[in-house]
T-cell receptor, first 110, second 112 residues
Framework: GQNIDQPTEMTATEGAIVQINCTYQ??????LFWYQQHAGEAPTFLSY????GLEEKGRFSSFLSRSKGYSYLLLKELQMKDSASYLC???????????FGTGTRLLVSP | DAGITQSPRHKVTETGTPVTLRCHQT?????MYWYRQDPGHGLRLIHY???????DKGEVSDGYSVSRSKTEDFLLTLESATSSQTSVYFC???????????FGSGTRLTVV
């Protein structure tokens, strides 16, 4: 079976740093993805980890530990526009079918 | 942004009627996917395609069928719509099958 867990909702203040965790149990692991989704819009790709370690991309970083089935997305210097849902997804081998968690809704306040 | 469009953007239909949603891409990507998104469930895979006329079922395929007669078009059909199929439907494309997806803007379907 496959199971992906992430917190339902988080709040943070503009300018702060927030870490969104994701734990997973899945077979055929082929990468861990993070997507951002603003309300009423399509998900957009943020990051991809296939090996253990940290991937940094501007204000966003993503970490993966395959042995622990754990990933996190780190958002620095939060801005109001970062208020969105953040979706953790695991890629399965075979046509890269992505299995998504239910998403973490992040609310950034002034 | 990748060229991927979904139509219609919004649709209201009656229970028991067939409905077809269209996903059109201009990127010549091999892989195409249909997901539905519901509160509390996240995105769930309905069907996917790995080439023209090559399709397979996903996690929640009951009541849905798909067709892909051309690289650029992937059609999702609800054979006889039910209220449980009220959802937002997203199409996604992937070039290699080993990277991230690009999603379409979604179709909001309401079955009354």
């Amino acid at each position: 079976g496959q199971n992906i867990d992430q917190p339902t909702e988080m709040t943070a203040t503009e300018g702060a740093i927030v870490q969104i965790n994701c734990t997973y149990q899945t077979s055929g692991f082929n990468g861990l993805f993070w997507y951002q989704q603003h309300a009423g819009e399509a998900p957009t790709f943020l990051s991809y980890n296939v090996l253990d370690g940290l991937e940094e991309k501007g204000r966003f970083s993503s970490f993966l530990s395959r042995s622990k089935g754990y990933s996190y997305l780190l958002l620095k210097e939060l801005q109001m526009k970062d208020s969105a849902s953040y979706l953790c997804a695991v890629g399965n081998t075979g046509f890269q079918k992505l299995v998504f968690g239910t998403g973490t809704r992040l609310l950034v306040s002034p | 942004d990748a060229g991927i469009t979904q139509s219609p953007r919004h649709k209201v239909t009656e229970t028991g009627t067939p409905v077809t949603l269209r996903c059109h891409q201009t990127e010549n990507h091999r892989y195409m996917y249909w997901y539905r998104q519901d509160p509390g469930h996240g995105l769930r895979l309905i069907h996917y395609s790995y080439g023209v006329k090559d399709t397979d079922k996903g996690e929640v395929s009951d009541g849905y069928s798909v067709s892909r007669s051309k690289t650029e078009d992937f059609l999702l059909t609800l054979e006889s719509a039910t209220s449980s199929q009220t959802s937002v439907y997203f199409c996604a494309i992937s070039e290699s099958g080993f990277g991230g997806y690009t999603f379409g803007s979604g179709t909001r379907l309401t079955v009354v």
